[in-house]
């Protein structure tokens, strides 16, 4: 596809880090988590493997990939070979030990794992990146916009944005509204974003993306995780003012 110039965004400046002790609470949740998550089968296998060929498609073996809240590392398993480097990210030490476990059981030069949040990686290196996937996260960051802000700040002009999420909002109502707030008070649910689809890409354009595809890749039941291809944009070419005729 044809890029279009476009300018970039006002807000380019890097964005405020995450606050401190949300990070640690969202860390200790999915630290708990990690090994019941690492050991529950993927729920839609065909739909799962739609989005890495998807994805696999649209990486070039030359391409620095970022991932950010990488799990237990299944994806960048499966991606690394794909691609000249993949540096996947999680803000849980326990998610990334298991997928350094697993790293370790099948070594792969192109891949490896650190505990950092979006914000962090994009502050690591800035602008580095050709890639940045975010698969079942962006729902879950503390701040939606300072989550995009950090990926835009991680993606070289020109670079991919590829993410698969649940948009909690297109569920049904009885999930948001009270299995989801239960789960909570229980301590058995993260902090949800429910958003719907529509509200998560105009999200990805506010920060200067191009949206270039919104698709569903569910075999079964109602899809509520769009997988959206988003680009950030070369910036816009300056005109030479016209030189005034003496
Ligand atoms: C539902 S899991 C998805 C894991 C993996 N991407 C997948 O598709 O299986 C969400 C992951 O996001 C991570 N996470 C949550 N908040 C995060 C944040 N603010 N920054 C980075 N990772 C985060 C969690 O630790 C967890 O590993």
Redesign the pocket.
Known sequence: MKTTPTPLAADALMPAP?DPAT?RQ?ARF?DKMARK?AAHPIADEAGYEASLRRTSELLTESDQVLE????TG??ALRLAPRVRHLHA????PQ?VAIAQEKLAATPMAQLDFAVL??AGAARQAPQAYDVVLA???LH???DLDGGLGAVWQALRPGGLFLSKTPCVAEMNPLIPWVALPVARALGKAPPVHCFQGPALEAAIARHGFEVLAVERHATQGRDVRPYIVARKPYPAATVAEPVPAR
């Open positions: 995450p990070l969202s999915w998550y950010i809240g990488c799990g299944t994806t990210t999680d803000v849980s998610m949040d979006a698969f079942n996260v879950l960051l503390p």
